[in-house]
């Protein structure tokens, strides 16, 4: 009786292993008709298609300036307005391009900057509704504020998403918002 419950066991299991073979498939059938469309779904999440952003605008910053701070427009108030943006929920982030940055290899870098060599800063601000740029010096010995040569916005709408916060935006190189945004 052992034997017999072996030997069934055995052809059992040889007739699953070699009942299977490959074969070649056989025709395909022909295509039924096309369904009913379905229910529009939920719309996703707030894309990128908001984001605001400047061509590089040159400097504005006079040559022959011997004021220790100086600022120029980038953004108007009606350009601002037309844009219908929120200032209060919004994030602006304003990158200055121009000379590479001593024992670096950068060019575009965000603003707050602060170039120690001839003790300048540069920052921007709303003033009046308008984006501007500003220049502030510490000393009377450069007040021509030619560092960089080009200036450019970004602005990021309170209800873009993109899976970032406003504090991240900040912390992000320039490059890494033109990828995140897929900004030109």
């Known amino acids: 009786m052992k034997n017999l419950v072996k030997c069934l066991i055995i052809v059992t299991i040889s007739l699953f292993i070699f009942s299977c073979s490959d074969g070649e498939d056989g025709a395909v059938g022909l295509a039924g008709q096309d369904g009913i469309d379905g229910v529009d779904g939920v719309d996703g ?10 061509d590089w605008i040159p400097n504005g910053f006079s040559d ?9 427009q980038i953004a108007t108030a009606d350009e601002i307005t037309n844009m219908g943006i929120d200032l209060n929920t ?28 001839e003790e300048q800063l540069y920052t921007y601000g709303i003033s009046n509704n308008s984006l501007r740029v500003f220049g502030l010096v510490r000393n009377d010995n450069s007040t021509d504020f030619d560092f960089f040569e080009e200036y450019r916005y970004i602005i990021i709408p309170g209800g873009v998403a993109a899976g970032r916060s406003a504090a991240d935006y900040k912390n992000m190189s320039y490059e890494e918002i033109v990828d995140l945004f897929n900004i030109k």
Do not use: C, K, M, W
């Not at 022959?64 to 120029?72: G, K, P, Y």
């Not at 919004?90 to 965000?110: K, L, Y």
């Open 64 to 72: 022959s300036s011997t004021l220790n701070s100086q600022s120029f």
């Open 45 to 54: 999440d707030t894309g990128t298609a908001n984001v605001i952003y400047s």
């Open 90 to 117: 919004s994030h602006i982030q304003v990158f200055a391009r121009g000379q590479v940055i001593p024992d670096t290899s950068v060019e575009v870098v965000a603003l707050p900057f602060e170039y120690r060599f």
